[in-house]
């Protein structure tokens, strides 16, 4: 599954194809992905400006000034900016058609899905959509801190790691990213969330921070079957410490890594240096 680091090197990627161009048309080659694709973008989207392309949680929102189109990668989307007369692949099943102008000929926007967990929605001008709503701050926001955590956790009893993923706690730390900023942090991922120390998530917040800049900053990914926009796969596990590496010695002290399912996810973490 793409994690906030792909989401943010794929908008990067994207957004300086798209922005300032004009949308000349929608092609849905099925109603839905995820959910039904809505009519706004056929009927609203077609004749607007790209304004921006941004990213809140691992959300696209191509903004316009009628409303922005809203799009999740899902298990396995991805997005191309190509040439419009390149034919469609399988599970191809989305294009955005760009007015061509100066700079560029006429390319489309294609989002190829094969899970169809992703979708492409709409939010218009001055509405913010459910999906968006009660979302936590962006974890490289400056409203993303130790204090911030350790206020938030005050009496809760479920696992720190559980607490960490929560979207309504901070949005984008996905089960590896979590796992590796506990083990930068020295945190038990079973330790009460309410039971961690100010001190603690201080580290626990700078491990975040981070882990997911330093993955951004080398263009994303941690996912093997990732693509960037720019068709190279991006770097994988060996930069990972403990995420996928139960059973192998602890790179800190090396005694072996502990494998456990916590809150229905694989999580590793060493018994020795993180309590
Ligand atoms: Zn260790």
Redesign the pocket.
Known sequence: MPELPEVETTRAGLAPHLEGRRVAGAVLRRPDLRWPIPDAIERVLPGQRIEAVRRRAKYLLIDTAAGSALLHLGMSGSLRVLPAQLPPRTHDHVDLILEEDARSPRQVLRFNDPRRFGCLLWQPHGEVHALLRGLGPEPLSDGFDGDYLFELSRGRKAPVKTFLMDQAVVVGVGNIYAAEALFAARISPLRAAGRVSRERYTALADAVKAILGHAIARGGTTLRDFISPDGAPGYFEQELSAYGRGGEP?P??G?ALKQASIGQRATVW?G??QR
Do not use: D, E, L
């Open positions: 602890c800190r002290c005694r060493c020795h240096c």
